[in-house]
Each structure stands twice: as C-alpha cells, then as structure tokens.
Nanobody, 111 residues
Framework: QVALVESGGGLVQPGGSLKLSCAAS????????MGWYRQAPGKQREWVAI???????NYADSVKGRFTVSRDSAKNTVYLQMNSLNPSDTAVYFC?????WGQGTQVTVSS
C-alpha cells in the first residue's frame, strides 16, 4: 500500500533546469524525513538532499546552491528543483522515505 513515484526526468542542455516530483501513497511525507538520492552509471548511489518533517533542508556540496527541495503537503508530494545543470548531474534520481524507495527517474544533461 506504500508507493513513491518519481517523475519529471528527461533530457536537458547544460545550464538548463528540471523539476522532479515524488508523489507518495500510503504514507504522509510531512511526518518524516524525505531524501533525494542519485546514481550515475558506474557510480555508487549518492545522497543529494533531505527535507525534514519540520521543513529543514540540507544538500550535498555538489548540488548546494543549485538544487532546492520543497514540499506540497496538500498533494503529499515533494519536489527537487534542479538549476544550472551540468553533465555530472546525469543520473537516475530516487526519492526515499524510511525504508521505502521510488523507482527512479532518469535525468540526462547533454548537449
């Protein structure tokens, strides 16, 4: 009955922007800490950002100042706004809540 579904990925030019969504069912995202992670080809899964139940955020140094996490509690959805994208941001992006993970959405940054 628990599901996390990421969406919003795609192909974008370097310097461009994308906004990812993570829609939750069976859990209330505002009751715990939501995390965003990514995994690039040939690399281990990397922590990107967190959003706590109190609304506090934190970001990996690699994305700080470029990425922003937000939450729409009415929609039970969290977002990852990604700006100033570069090819090193290319990865499958996952959302996480407790032991639950979404299926991932592909982000490709290429000219």
């Amino acid at each position: 009955q628990v599901a996390l579904v990421e969406s919003g990925g795609g192909l974008v030019q370097p310097g461009g922007s994308l906004k990812l969504s993570c829609a939750a069912s069976g859990i209330i995202l505002s009751r715990g800490t939501m995390g965003w992670y990514r995994q690039a080809p040939g690399k281990q899964r990397e922590w990107v950002a967190i959003l706590t139940s109190a609304g506090a955020t934190n970001y990996a140094d690699s994305v700080k100042g470029r990425f922003t996490v937000s939450r729409d509690s009415a929609k039970n959805t969290v977002y990852l706004q990604m700006n100033s994208l570069n090819p090193s941001d290319t990865a499958v992006y996952f959302c996480n809540f407790a032991q639950f993970w979404g299926q991932g959405t592909q982000v490709t940054v290429s000219s």
